[in-house]
């Protein structure tokens, strides 16, 4: 089986899929795609992914793109076991995820933040725009994690989709100095799941010394 992770370092959504595919324990090759030179938006890469988006992986000849559908479909091919068999769980761990990769991830993209930055002629500056929707977004996060199925992770000691998400999203609040005082529940799963390899491998700074291999 080959596999090819179409991957911009910085992105949360690929850092995402790179925790998935070390926790399968799937090689990959990475295939750089830079975001600030626009690389997504070239006619050969929306072949791949009409939505210029990163990531895309492919798996063989198959083509996967939205990063929470390819976790789903690695943890349904029996290479993941990340979403809890008990319906009622599921649905917590997925509302962990969905509230962070549906909710504050979309409207912190680059595109998005960059667009509001321009058209509010420079008076929204990029620190503000990430720190007001980061901010609001993990508070209720935190909130969520308040419940007593929260353990050494998001939801009991297993690792699940949520962590996944959840230790992208808090990279991204550090790279803008957004402080997580706040969030001493956020902040104390991310410890436990940074010490991980499959978590400490798939960093942006291992990813970007990745960079084509
Ligand atoms: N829902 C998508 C989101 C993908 C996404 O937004 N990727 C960002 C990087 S994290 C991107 O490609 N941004 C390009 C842009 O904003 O122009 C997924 O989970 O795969």
Redesign the pocket.
Known sequence: MKIALYD?WR????F?VRIALYLAGLEFKTIPVD?LNKD?LNEEYLALNPQ????TLLIDDQVL????AIIEYLDETGRLNILPENPVERLRVKTLSFAI?MEI??VC????ATYAVEASDKKITMNHWMEKFVSKGLLAVEKLLAHPQTGTFCHGDQITMADICLVPQVYNANRWNIPLDDYPRIRSIVENLTVIEAFSKASPEEAQKLKGN
Request: glycine fraction near 4%.
């Open positions: 911009y992105s949360s959504a690929s995402r975001l997504n210029g988006l990163v990531p793109t939205q990063s929470l990769a991830h979309p993209n680059l595109s998005v």
